[in-house]
T-cell receptor, first 119, second 116 residues
Framework: NAGVTQTPKFQVLKTGQSMTLQCAQD?????MYWYRQDPGMGLRLIYY???????DKGEVPNGYNVSRLNKREFSLRLESAAPSQTSVYFC??????????????????FGEGSRLTVL | AQSVAQPEDQVNVAEGNPLTVKCTYSVSGNPYLFWYVQYPNRGLQFLLKYITGDNLVKGSYGFEAEFNKSQTSFHLKKPSALVSDSALYFCAVRDPSSGGSYIPTFGRGTSLIVHP
């Protein structure tokens, strides 16, 4: 059971280059998220997808686009990378609404992160 | 709007001593509360949650947290700290009464350092 898988783990870009971060989950979760983590800033939500076919902006969406390709996959694209986008990016999925014998879920499951440097 | 505050950027404790990492929250409805831990160069891992029921919840690695509605707090505790508990800890809140996806809000994180 892999959980949430992100690729690539590391990437160095030049200003203006584009790239896509890939994320896939195998837990049949409806909701998926992209966060960035910067020192002293905690986790900031970039975009989320409440269900297959829907996406919504989070706190810091500028400079990013997303695609919810299917229920498993949620990608994050930087069209023209800027040094301010140097960060660690995390994908997460969410069992919200899935009831188990243990009751309501609601915790997020995170990938291992993608460290992006923009020169 | 919902919010989470972790008032301490860093907590230092000696191995074997009890530890507390503080979290306060603000929501309009009844909160779902979570603690996550992040080890260096890793993703966040779920530790424990409060949804409903007993105010004292127990989680992974001997951690527990107490939900205090009157003080709007959800402090993380452990009776005896280990050096291996050194990590970054995040508190998070969700408000199901907010409708829609009730997006989680995270605190800024508290770095726990356990000294041998």
């Amino acid at each position: 059971n892999a959980g949430v898988t992100q690729t690539p783990k590391f990437q160095v870009l030049k200003t203006g280059q584009s790239m896509t971060l890939q994320c896939a989950q195998d837990m049949n979760h409806n909701s998926m998220y992209w966060y960035r983590q910067d020192p002293g800033m905690g986790l900031r939500l970039i975009y989320y997808s409440a269900s297959e076919g829907t996406t919504d902006k989070g706190e810091v969406p500028n400079g990013y686009n997303v695609s919810r390709l299917n229920k498993r996959e949620f990608s994050l694209r930087l069209e023209s990378a800027a040094p301010s986008q140097t960060s660690v990016y995390f994908c997460a999925s969410d069992g919200r609404g899935l009831r188990t014998k243990q009751g309501e879920t609601g915790e997020l499951f995170f990938g291992e992160g993608s460290r992006l440097t923009v020169l | 709007a919902q919010s989470v505050a972790q008032p301490e950027d860093q907590v230092n404790v000696a191995e074997g001593n009890p530890l507390t990492v503080k979290c306060t929250y603000s929501v309009s409805g009844n909160p779902y509360l979570f603690w996550y831990v992040q080890y260096p160069n890793r993703g966040l891992q779920f530790l424990l949650k409060y949804i409903t029921g007993d105010n004292l919840v127990k989680g992974s690695y001997g951690f527990e947290a107490e939900f205090n509605k009157s003080q709007t707090s959800f402090h993380l505790k452990k009776p005896s700290a280990l050096v291996s508990d050194s990590a970054l800890y995040f508190c998070a809140v969700r408000d199901p009464s907010s409708g829609g996806s009730y997006i989680p809000t995270f605190g800024r994180g508290t770095s726990l350092i356990v000294h041998p």
